[in-house]
Structure formats: C-alpha cells, structure tokens
C-alpha cells in the first residue's frame, strides 16, 4: 500500500485549504446557485464534462439533501434516477461533502484499499456499486482503529494545523487519494 505517507500527507496540503473552505461554505450557501461555490467544488472535485441540467440537477440534490444524513445508496439512486448517469464517485463525493465521516468512491482509494469498482457494462452496476461502498466503509472502520491506522492519523496530525477541522476518516481519505502510482 503506502510507504510514504509523510510526502502524502505534504501532497494532500495545498487542497487541504480548498476542501475546508468547501466545508466551511457549504452549510452557508444555497449550492445550487451559488457559481463561486460550485466552480471551487468543481475543481477540487474534478467533476467537468458534463452538461449544464446535469450540474443543475446535481446542486438541486446537493441543496435539497442538507441537514440530512443521505446514504451512499439514496444519493446515487437519485444521481441515476435524474441525470440517468451511474455516477459512484460523484454520489459519494456529495455524501462525504454533506456528512464529513462518509468515504469518497475515487480510483486511487479504491486500488489503495484493495478494491475495485464494478464494471461500467455490468446490469447490476447500482446494487454492485452499494455493496463496494458498503466495503470501503468497512475497510476504513477497521483501519481507523488499527495500529497503522492510528500511526497515520498522529502523523496527519503533527503535520498539519488545522488537523482538528477534519475527521479521522477524512484525514486518511486525503492520504489515500495522494497516493497514485
């Protein structure tokens, strides 16, 4: 998995500042009109190439589902339901972004955590994807707790001052998500 995690964690820095500011915005604005908002999630998120209705379709959700506690399921039942896109990774994205202890479904934390997502051709793609993510929440309530779990969060922490801003989840999430081939 990860060697470095000290040069991970310094990787992770310079986005570390865009995520909090997303966080800090997110309950204060309405996100599905406020351009500033989404530009900066947009790019922190690498959600481009699609349409301007998806966009729209994706903030009304985003908006609509504050101060609820949406399920990784729920969210990309409706994504589909909406967009008719199978979209795991945005799904997840706005979960982690409106309950901050929720994983993000991303490529790189996948292979890192051992998984893989399931095929794009699949008929049972949506139920399938549910049970991965069902899997990356398991993996990361197990690893929050382990030895080297622990040794990474303490790391993060030494290393970063607004550590107490972010959820330990979070805090391994971002390690994970620098960690690419």
Known sequence: MITDVTSAIFKAKPGLQKY????DQVEKVNVSTDVAFQRAYNGFYRVQRRTASWYSTYYNL???LKGSK???GNVLDRVYEVTGRYEPSFSSKLVATLCADKPVWDQHVL???GEKAPSYTSKNKISEAKLRYADI???YNKYLTSDKGV???EQFNKLIP????LTDL???DLILWQTRD
């Open 70 to 72: 949406p399920t990784f």
């Open 20 to 23: 909090l500011a997303l966080m």
């Open 62 to 64: 985003m908006e609509e």
């Open 111 to 113: 292979k890192n955590i």
């Open 137 to 139: 929440e398991n993996w």
């Open 151 to 153: 040794n990474w969060i």
């Open 162 to 165: 607004e550590h107490d801003k």
């Open 170 to 172: 979070k805090k391994v």
